[in-house]
């Protein structure tokens, strides 16, 4: 950490600073500077408490060079992380994965169209929503446990491994019994708790990035499931709310060459979810692919026209079949 | 809805879009201008659902005139809800409240110091967190049960009604039963299965403004809670994320007068956690009030430089003297 | 400046980097820490240049302590400094100013009766726009150099000082021969040509905060002019763009007391562009004031209804006599 | 334009709507739900002025359906615009272009080695900036003329057009001397004078993004130009200010799709400024390829390490052939 003064800080004040840190068991480092002190603190083993310090008169800034996760840091885990859902490896030194599916299962009959039209096409995961979080409480909610049924049985029909949202804690062991991958959505990637309980499950856990969250918060996120063990995980970007809003959300694809350098845990990218417009999927998962990503995850549905929920997102299995045509083409590149 | 074709649109488009809405059961009213055509939808008796209308051609936009929350609305309840915490009464046309208290429980004797000291100093509800998310799983994550019952312990000793967070579904019950309102915190205002939970418990209810939320889906989330039959809901602003970081957060202020206008619920405002700094804490308060906040909560702790969370934003217990006097003598304004 | 190096870095690279900077004549100070070194850099006037470090191996970061602002600062000159508007005083330790008028001149006589109302009501500066920025060219721009002969005749039939807008160069010599204080708007705030040239006409300016100009940024703006050799700023908070948009922009308010320590400049606030809606214009002209502001700017149109420039957030006269009225009655507190 | 009325509007002020709508020459077209009623508004040839509605009681919310641009739309020139700079054609249809070229002119030889070294790899035109925009007064503002003189010169002795800023009205008539194309940077993107000043002067323009600016102002900011007369505008999409900051800005490559359906004017993408680390330009100018942009623009200097301004952002020679190779690679895709 490094403490800088305010430019009227007093000796008395900077000697408070530096006794604080002596009393700590570290050591402090003055750096004089012309215009203001700053005061280095060493000998600290992760990130230091900033309250004892509040308190001090004459201090301007705490500066943490100290991040605050460390598991899921390549500083610490240099090599790359492959995670392997049923027998599909996902990380960054891998073949990019293709993740589709409807946005939500509806029906028996509309989860297996999409999982052999999928199939067909060469996707690797099959995914599919039975818990759906939505704005308001008067949209379709998910068909639930009798979703997850339908959508384990398309799996096994088209012999696809499933990656699916879990929303609540009490559902995991029951999802983590027919899943492959547990999805944990944006609006819950500060769920702490339901963070904790999926890392101690044991099972591959596919992380999307909140829709205002800084990459240092979503890392954070990350290492609280690798803290219980668990480091099978997947990062996916889906896109940030900023102030436009003529497209959904802000597909933020420089995080992927970011995060490749920060961490070892592999990075894949939802455009379904981020544009929300079908015409623009095509274009930016290929780009997702371009700037290194480890895979793409895009919603198809048999019928999107009659989809009960992200339908003008949702690729019809002739434009799932295009993408694949065309990510394929990308390959030597 | 207003559904609006694009410029180029054919009539065989906009018959397709006409018999779509008959065959709805409702009633297409076109608006032909010079440059496109518009169509509206009548006959419904809530938010239309967008499916159908996803693939037809020629279609350039479909504007919602009807909100995804009725419950919540002033339009449909114009009267004002009075919350009642405790003894304690929240709603737009009462005496502002006060709550106050430690960011965390961190021990017997903190939080029994600042229930004492404010209660002393004239507030009306007590704060305080059990349980409390953090970023990093590092960093203190609250003392759970035993801070609860520290927690319970100062209420009754100082005879304040006690406000805490729930985090997660298996904790409502026992919470619930000792505490008079239940918080669900910012990171979780889009947990939506806790909302629902929540709502079932029959308490008062806080509800935190997620920290990127639009007030459409603020009003939403809150829309889960009445839907379950508890009206009893305070809605707190407590900053927004932004481009800007040299404060912690942005408080945006001027969602307290837009507010009343949208709902009956009341609304408070949380300067420490917005502002993250003590000196920013009381001229926020003050605005608060002045533009109508039902309420305001701050954090106090007796000893804000040892503070286990969120040190730097929370007065001591002559800041908050000096800013209940302050507070006070608003009143006549 | 302090410089971080990476985990790995090599001692071969962090003797790199002391070299380069005892090259420049500074003095290097490293801190080595347990996970990695930092490096602060002493001696240096003012901002240190990164150029010299961006391409040595090992860096991960370089962090500035210096602003890049200097005069602006109160670092460097603790006095509140008091601009002198025609008669008025604008400054932090002053009485509030309150600027009034329509948003654009649009005829005679609408800014004639503006100005008399906002005369008799007790505001102490007439605003009008002559010279107006609008989104799109088809939009009405203002009525030029003669809407600048109404304000001025306006202004003196009513015996108020005159604010309103430059928007070029070569404008400026005619409209500062009759305003006694140049507006810079949002827009321009980092017109840096503009700037330079405003700050060489040597009348007051009040500084209008850009859309999403960090303080930083802001400060740093308010730093051209004052480099020019004129530090009669008034920086003016008008609201900032974010993720919502069921307001017009968001009123940042919690950056006033935070500026107040920052700058010897006086801030002040226009409510009326932020909310961009009359019936939270009063609320949050109030709390501009409760937060310390140096005054606030407000549009007032003689009929509202039919203004051709912002006229849903322009009060009426009726509307601006009882704001004066409750500011007033803010004045003990 | 659409008016939807609020819930408890009277019959008496949709009247008096329907009255001010006829009144304008136009026809009203009520829209009676449930809920509410809707008046659409038909008639208008272009953008209907807010002005008479506004103090209209019972009036909810005003919706646009016109856009406050015309000639940059597709809607009214369906076929591609090519802009022509020097002999190069910049258009959705043609050959991506490569413009390069460092940030700021340092020097004769800087500049020169720089486009030598940029033609060789086989860019299509040459950038550098003569006049800089600098956040704080401190800090390189460019060699003006001098630089101007040196660009141009290297232009010739390499035999690429060049793309150069400008700042001011005053500049225009000398830098259209010898610019092939005339840049309007990010922070002047709203500058209105600057925008229709540059539309007189007849050169080819390359307008860049506003850090803040959404889809519709920035068609709009073209519009002005294209209304003076010239439609040789080519768009530049190069990151937005968000929440996240560990990256410079958030490149929004989701714009370059949508764009392509919205105007018929080209849009290149800036990779350099959006992302400022050098290690992320190859990714990303690929992907912005792959997603459709007309172009690429990227910084080139000879010796980055050495760079005034945006050092950590350029490529040196020997990166900017690998970039031209791998875009090469990019062409059967």
């Known amino acids: 950490m490094l403490i800088v003064m305010e430019h009227s800080a007093t000796q008395g004040q900077v000697d408070a600073v530096l006794e604080t840190i002596r009393g700590l068991g570290l050591t402090p480092q003055p750096i004089p500077g012309e215009n203001r002190v700053a005061i280095g603190v060493l000998g600290n083993q992760g990130y230091v408490d900033e309250a004892p310090f509040r308190d001090l008169p004459g201090i301007q800034e705490l500066i943490h060079v100290t991040k605050p996760y460390k598991l899921v840091s390549r500083d610490f885990h240099p090599e790359d992380t492959v995670v392997q859902v049923g027998g599909v490896r996902v990380g960054w030194g891998e073949k990019p994965v293709v993740i589709a599916g409807p946005c939500a299962v509806e029906s028996r009959e509309q989860v297996l169209a999409a999982a052999r039209a999928v199939k067909a096409a060469g996707a690797h995961l099959l995914r599919g929503g039975a818990f759906k979080p939505r704005t308001g409480p008067h949209a379709f909610q998910g068909l639930g446990y009798e979703g997850l049924e339908y959508l384990a049985e398309a799996g096994r029909a088209a012999a696809l491994p499933i990656v ?108 379904s979810h981020a544009l929300g417009r079908r015409d623009l999927v095509l274009p930016m998962a290929k780009a997702a692919l371009v700037v290194g990503a480890a895979g793409v995850m895009v ?19 002739k434009g799932f079949e295009r993408l694949m045509a065309e990510l394929r083409a990308l390959a030597p590149v």
């Open 299 to 317: 919603e198809v549905h048999p019928d999107p026209g009659r989809a009960l929920c992200d339908g003008p997102q949702s690729l019809d299995p």
């Open 164 to 271: 699916t949202e879990v929303m609540r804690i009490d559902q995991l062991e029951r999802v983590a019994s027919v899943a492959d991958c547990l999805q944990v959505g944006a609006r819950n990637m500060q769920n702490f708790d339901l963070l904790k309980e999926v890392g101690r499950v044991g099972k591959p856990v596919l992380l999307k990035r909140g829709m205002s969250a800084t990459l240092e918060e979503f890392l954070a996120a990350a290492e609280y499931i690798l803290l219980e063990g668990n480091s099978q995980v997947i990062l996916c970007e889906r896109g940030i709310r900023t102030f436009e809003r003529a497209l959904r959300n802000t597909l933020d694809l420089g995080v992927v060459p970011y995060l490749k350098g920060a961490t070892h845990l592999p990075v894949i990218v939802d455009p």
